[in-house]
């Protein structure tokens, strides 16, 4: 029995997430913003082995992050961005809290400081 007023899990959304929960991983989605490139030149600035960023790179192609080609012998892998704004999709229906959560806590960081001149007076 579901809870009510929950939705299902998206398996492919937890992916998503999973994938960017690791800082590796985010860089090397930062490093294929600026193109494909190959394990090889992925691994360069990371103090990892090549296996170890492969490893990386499957878990950002199983989370649809990153799709790998061929070029004859190289796999260059090139970033997929549609995967990332599925979660800034979902990411953004907490805006509106976060909106109303901080107007909230002006509101009384502002009170709190009318309160402190008024006793600075006194």
């Known amino acids: 029995m579901e809870p009510a007023g929950y939705n299902r899990p998206d398996p492919h959304l937890d992916a ?3 994938a ?3 800082p590796t991983r985010r860089a090397i989605l930062s490093r294929l913003c600026h193109g494909e490139a190959c ?3 992925i691994a360069a600035p990371f103090a990892m082995s090549q296996p170890a960023v492969s490893k990386h790179l499957k878990v950002l192609e199983r ?3 990153v799709e790998r080609g061929v070029d004859r012998s190289r796999r260059p892998a090139r970033l997929k961005a549609a995967p990332m704004a599925e979660a800034a999709r979902w990411l953004e ?3 509106e809290f976060w ?3 901080l107007d909230q806590l ?4 502002e009170n709190l400081k009318q309160t402190q001149q008024q006793d600075a007076k006194q």
Not at 106 to 109: A, G, K, N, S
């Open 16 to 18: 998503v997430f999973a």
């Open 20 to 22: 960017l929960a690791d």
């Open 39 to 41: 394990v090889n030149e």
């Open 63 to 65: 989370a649809g992050l």
């Open 93 to 95: 229906e907490f805006r």
């Open 99 to 101: 909106s109303s959560s």
């Open 106 to 109: 002006d509101d009384l960081l």
